[in-house]
């Protein structure tokens, strides 16, 4: 079984994304806006806002591009988050 959810916090993406990889295991990757090309566009006060974070856990330890899962592959949890 793969789950996929997509979620969004309100200020404390990076807090809650650590608080599920100490429950889940696995690898956890969180983007800051300082980190994406849309730090242009903000202000310099959001740049240490997270953009994007990924937890994956289970056996797989492969990431899927963009969301996609591959077939084959065992129990999976990868919650998507940004601030």
Do not use: W
């Not at 793969?2 to 979620?7: A, C, E, Q």
């Not at 566009?41 to 591009?65: D, I, M, N, T, Y």
């Amino acid at each position: 079984m793969n789950l996929n959810p997509f979620l969004l916090f309100d200020g404390n993406c990076a807090e809650a994304m650590t608080f599920y990889q100490s429950c889940l295991g696995g690898e956890l990757a969180i983007t800051k806006l300082a980190d994406t090309p849309m730090k242009e566009q903000a202000p310099p006060e959001l740049h240490e806002k997270v953009a994007f974070a990924h937890l994956e856990s289970g056996s797989s330890r492969s990431r899927p591009p963009t969301g996609s899962t591959r077939r084959g592959s065992s129990t999976r949890a990868t919650p998507s988050a940004c601030t």
